[in-house]
């Protein structure tokens, strides 16, 4: 199992400002993904990140929208830049256990812009 | 991207009674997980089922999957208000990152 440390779990943030969620595992993994739950809705994969490479985004988002850091094997951040209302939304960052048999979640960024 | 549908969008029961889900997907896949969520939180793991198997239990949970139709089915048996949560159904894209379905939200009320 891995249990991850996700920060912050709320914010509130004006519009046009950034915001940066950091994500901490308790082991060694390759691959780190982050996800957006828009209010009712399910998780939307943003992107993987893996350690050493650029991260790699899903069709409708972009590096400059949702710059990704991974610098090393046990943590990530996640930045919502120039925020609009829209990105109101829970993100959470995601790992995948051994055999790729069940993912491992923290416990989500509730974030509200206004 | 979503991977599947889930239905119903949304359920309500009395405890005591049974909760069906059924989430179809559409590519092949290796496995079948399914997931809940409680208030918006992080998601836990309720159980996994191999392409190669058509039925698996866990303790109140049972799962069902049909791969010529696409499809898998959660059975919550003598539901509590505890269950009260979503449901999602989620498939491994090409080995790497997991792909969810829509969900369900479930309302056990007492």
């Known amino acids: 199992s891995a249990v991850i440390s996700q920060k912050p779990s709320r914010d509130i943030c004006q519009r046009g400002t950034s915001l940066t969620i950091q994500c901490q595992v308790d082991?060694?993994?390759?691959?780190m993904f982050w996800y957006r739950q828009q209010p009712g809705q399910s998780l939307t994969l943003i992107a993987t990140?893996?350690?050493?490479?650029?991260?790699?985004?899903e069709s409708g988002f972009v590096i400059d929208k949702f710059p990704i850091s991974r610098p090393n094997l046990t943590f990530s951040t996640l930045t919502v830049s120039n925020m609009s209302p829209e990105d109101s939304s829970i993100y959470l960052c995601?790992?995948?256990?051994?055999?790729?048999?069940?993912?491992?979640f923290g416990q989500g960024t509730r974030l509200t812009v206004v | 991207s979503q991977q599947g549908e889930e239905d119903p969008q949304a359920l309500s029961i009395q405890e005591g009674e049974n909760a069906t889900m059924n989430c179809s997907y559409k590519?092949?896949?290796?496995?079948l997980q399914w997931y809940r969520q409680n208030s918006g939180r992080g998601l836990v793991h309720l159980i996994l089922?191999?392409?190669?198997?058509r039925e698996k239990h866990s303790g109140r949970l049972r799962v069902t999957l049909d791969t010529s139709k696409k499809s898998s089915s959660l059975l919550i048996t003598a539901s509590r208000a505890a269950d009260t949560a979503s449901y999602f159904c989620?498939?491994?894209?090409?080995?790497?990152?997991?792909?969810f379905g829509k969900g369900t939200t479930l309302s056990v009320s007492s």
């Open positions: 995601s790992v995948l256990g051994r055999a790729n048999t069940e993912a491992f």
């Open positions: 082991s060694q993994v390759t691959m």
């Open positions: 990140a893996n350690q050493g490479s650029e991260a790699t985004y």
């Open positions: 590519t092949s896949i290796n496995n």
């Open positions: 089922i191999r392409s190669n198997e």
């Open positions: 989620a498939t491994l894209r090409a080995g790497t990152a997991l792909i």
